[in-house]
């Protein structure tokens, strides 16, 4: 089946920790996407890529680091520099950024304890 | 500055009503106008989307009415059930090479909505 994958689906961490939250997609998509969604808040863009070894800061970057070596992959990490990292992460993909189309995984629930 | 408003913030409609909820943008190079539903715990999955060629579409019980001198859409569920019970979130995207900067979507706040048999 064709999809984009999240993983873990819940995290701890401890503050002062960095996190890495996986995503991974079998479209064949160019476009991967991080949003986060607070309640009440919608969905707020992290970071977005646009192809393989190459990506841009959305609207709340700051606190997080993301990669783009492969086609299929775009993990996101949260640093200890992010004040506030409690929330749900959620992953999306489409065929490239001229197509808004997006699809969106499962999501990962971050907790800081 | 928030570019879609999406009102209500909740909405409590009895099985079998029709559930409206309404979004309004303020940048004109939006021309993409999709609607996502969420239920607790899962991804946004695409409902149906428009674009501001045409003024309504439907699919199913779902229609989207499209209104570009507002600059105004709304999700339109009729016949209501349980089912439908879940957050419902409008966006927009520009169109590509419009000089309007980033090509993401730009979501709206979300309505939960609550169908009561």
């Known amino acids: 089946d064709g999809g984009i994958t999240q993983s873990p689906k819940y995290l701890f961490r401890k503050e002062g920790q960095n996190v890495t939250l996986s995503c991974e997609q079998n479209l064949n998509h160019d476009a991967m996407y991080w949003y986060r969604q607070d309640p009440g808040q919608g969905l707020r863009l992290i970071y977005y890529?646009?192809?393989?070894?190459?990506?841009q800061k959305g609207d709340i970057a700051e606190g997080y680091s993301v990669s783009r070596e492969k086609k299929e992959s775009f993990p996101l990490t949260v640093t200890s520099a992010q004040k506030n990292p409690t929330a749900f992460y959620l992953c999306?993909?489409?065929?490239?950024?001229?197509?808004?189309?997006?699809?969106f995984g499962q999501g990962t629930r971050l907790t800081v304890v | 500055q928030q570019q879609v408003k999406q009102s209500p913030q909740s909405l409590i409609v009895q099985k079998g009503g029709i559930s409206i909820i309404n979004c309004a943008y303020e940048?004109?190079?939006?021309?993409?106008f999709p609607w996502y539903q969420q239920f607790p715990g899962k991804g946004p999955a695409l409902l149906i989307a428009?674009?501001?060629?045409?003024s309504e579409k439907k699919e199913g019980r779902f229609t989207i009415s499209f209104n570009k001198s507002a600059k105004q859409f709304s999700l339109h569920i009729m016949d209501s059930q349980p089912g439908d019970s879940a957050t419902y979130f409008c966006a927009a995207s520009p169109k590509p090479y419009s000089g309007a900067g980033s090509y993401q979507l730009t979501f709206g706040k979300g309505t939960k909505l609550s169908v009561i048999p």
């Open positions: 890529s646009q192809i393989v070894n190459d990506f």
């Open positions: 999306a993909s489409s065929i490239n950024t001229r197509n808004t189309e997006a699809f």
């Open positions: 428009i674009r501001p060629d045409v």
């Open positions: 940048n004109t190079a939006f021309d993409y």
